[in-house]
């Protein structure tokens, strides 16, 4: 078991940047992801919708004798409670708990913003999780154009700045005023340097990626599941377009992804 890959799954190759934490924080570890890119955005997909495809992506990695499944993605960590009994006894972890810690580690009392996909602020998550430590305010504001702005490598320039002005200036403009915001998509940090100048220097961006392989760290010492053998090469699945993943993905990634090391696959 301790020399099974952990897994990784998100809507698109956003998690990308989450497993690229991870390997940074575990470099004894060997790494699967998968992207399901046929089907990205979850975001504007209904819950239980982002459910049944999430459960799928899951069940593709565990297939694929994983040890751990990390749910890189904020909108299906939604669903994380129903994943963690849908995969018992394999530990299932989510990127929100760790992301909200981190923001009130940062601000103890808030105010907290987030920004994330139409369906992480409608499911209220953040809110939930953050107010299950705290009583520090949140306010949200929904970046529906973030995730595929990202994934076209539109994350700097005229437009890219355009479309922040138009979500975060309405966020800013409410009193009390965050001090720290929460990118709530594993997508945003693609777009950190853009986002950052628009909300200024007094407001502390926090991204759940590092804080998340953090906990993965610690989950891996508690269960005792550490690698013991030098590990493998880290594999990579998507469900649409493995050449196109390959050439995006170094975005998010932070290195180059061999095309040959890419493998399409069906959820369905």
Not at 142 to 159: H, K, N, R, S
């Amino acid at each position: 078991m301790n020399n099974r890959p952990i897994g990784v799954f998100d809507s698109g190759m956003g998690g990308l940047t989450v497993m690229r934490a991870l390997a940074e924080k575990l470099p004894g570890e060997q790494f699967l992801y998968l992207g399901d890119t046929a089907r990205l955005p979850y975001g504007t997909k209904s819950a239980d919708t982002v459910r049944r495809y999430a459960l799928q992506a899951a069940h593709a990695l565990t297939m694929r004798g994983v040890k751990l499944v990390v749910i890189a993605c904020n909108t299906a960590s939604v669903g994380l409670a129903y994943l963690q009994e849908a995969l018992a006894p394999m530990p299932v972890i989510g990127v929100i708990e760790p992301g909200a810690k981190a923001a009130l580690a940062a601000a103890p009392e808030g105010p907290v913003g987030v920004i994330a996909t139409e369906g992480t602020v409608k499911g209220g998550a953040y809110v939930r999780a953050i107010h299950a430590f705290s009583t520090a305010p949140v306010v949200q504001q929904a970046c529906p154009l973030f995730v595929p702005m990202a994934e076209e490598g539109l994350i700097d320039g005229p437009i890219a700045e355009a479309v922040a002005h138009r979500y975060l200036d309405p966020l800013l403009a409410r009193l009390p005023k965050p001090k720290v915001l929460v990118l709530g998509c594993t997508h945003y940090p693609a777009l950190k340097e853009v986002i950052a100048r628009v909300v200024g220097d007094d407001i502390r961006l926090v991204d759940s990626a590092a804080i998340t392989a953090a906990a993965v760290e610690k989950l891996l010492d508690e269960r005792g599941l550490r690698a013991t053998q030098p590990p493998g090469a880290h594999r990579f699945y998507c469900t649409d377009a493995p050449d196109r993943f390959a050439r995006v993905g170094e975005t998010f990634f932070g290195q180059p992804i061999d095309p040959g090391a890419v493998e399409q696959v069906d959820l369905q």
